[in-house]
C-alpha cells in the first residue's frame, strides 16, 4: 500500500517567516501534485511536479521533486496572511488515475 | 482551463431522504472523474473512482449501496447519497482526471438532519 507521510499537519507563523511543509514515501511515485485547499472550497492545483529533482517556483513557492521521485517539499518565503489554508500532495503512481493524499498542512499566517 | 463544477453547492435535507450531487467538466471530457469525502481539517478521502460507461470502483468500507455514482456521459458524474442519515453529513468533492493530474470541484457540504 502506497502512502505519502506529510509534515508538519499544523503550523502558525508570524507573516514574514519562511516554512518548508514535506510530503515522503517509500514508493515511487510517477508524479506528485500541491494542492491548496480554503475552507468550504475545493483544492486549487498549484503544481505538478513530474521529473526527480525537479523544481518549480510559483512566486514566493518553491516545490521540489526528489531524486528518487519518493518525496517532495514545499517552500514558502516571507509568508503572508493571505498563504493561510491546508496544503496537500499527493502522488500518482498506478495506471488507476488514483491520487494518494498526505494528511494535510494546515497553515495559519498571522499578520 | 479544466475547470470543474459541482452543484449544489450545499444542501440540507431530512433523514432517510435521498441526495443527488452533480459534477460536471466544464472544457474538457473526463473519462475518469474520482468522488471524495473530507472531514474538517483533514485530508481527502477517496470513496469511489467513476468511470464513464462502466460501472463505478468504490474503496473499502464504501457501500456502493449507499453511494450510487452514475457517469453517463463525458463531462458528467453523479454521486447519489440515498437514505441520507446525520453520519453522512460531509464535505463531497468531485475531481476530473486529465492526464494523472486532478482538477477539483467546489465541493457540496451535505447536512443531513
Known amino acids: 500500500t502506497q502512502l505519502l507521510e506529510q509534515s508538519p499537519q499544523f503550523l502558525s507563523i508570524q507573516e514574514g517567516e519562511n516554512l518548508t511543509v514535506y510530503c515522503n514515501s517509500s514508493?515511487?511515485?510517477?508524479?506528485l501534485q500541491w494542492y491548496r485547499q480554503e475552507p468550504g472550497e475545493g483544492p486549487v492545483l498549484l503544481v505538478t511536479?513530474?521529473?526527480?529533482?525537479e523544481v518549480k517556483k510559483l512566486k514566493r513557492l518553491t516545490f521540489q521533486f526528489g531524486d528518487a521521485r519518493k518525496d517532495s517539499s514545499l517552500h514558502i518565503t516571507a509568508a503572508q496572511p493571505g498563504d493561510t489554508g491546508l496544503y496537500l500532495c499527493?502522488?500518482?503512481?498506478?495506471?488507476?488515475?488514483?491520487?494518494?493524499f498526505g494528511q494535510g498542512t494546515t497553515l495559519q499566517v498571522k499578520p | 482551463g479544466a475547470v470543474v463544477s459541482q452543484h449544489p453547492s450545499w444542501v440540507i435535507c431530512k433523514s432517510g431522504t435521498s441526495v443527488k450531487i452533480e459534477c460536471r467538466s466544464l472544457?474538457?471530457?473526463?473519462?475518469?472523474m474520482f468522488w471524495y469525502r473530507q472531514f474538517p481539517k483533514q485530508s481527502l478521502m477517496l470513496m469511489a473512482t467513476?468511470?464513464?460507461?462502466?460501472?463505478?470502483?468504490?474503496e473499502q468500507g464504501v457501500e456502493k449501496d449507499k453511494f450510487l455514482i452514475n457517469h453517463a456521459s463525458l463531462t458528467l458524474s453523479t454521486l447519489t447519497v440515498t437514505s441520507a442519515h446525520p453520519e453522512d453529513s460531509s464535505f463531497y468533492i468531485c475531481?476530473?482526471?486529465?492526464?494523472?493530474?486532478?482538477?477539483f470541484g467546489p465541493g457540496t457540504r451535505l447536512l443531513v438532519l
Open positions: 499527493a502522488g500518482a503512481g498506478g495506471n488507476t488515475g488514483k491520487l494518494i
Open positions: 467513476s468511470n464513464e460507461g462502466s460501472k463505478a470502483t468504490y
Open positions: 475531481s476530473a482526471d486529465i492526464q494523472e493530474t486532478q482538477y
Open positions: 511536479v513530474v521529473t526527480g529533482g
Open positions: 514508493s515511487v511515485f510517477s508524479s
Open positions: 472544457d474538457f471530457q473526463a473519462t475518469t
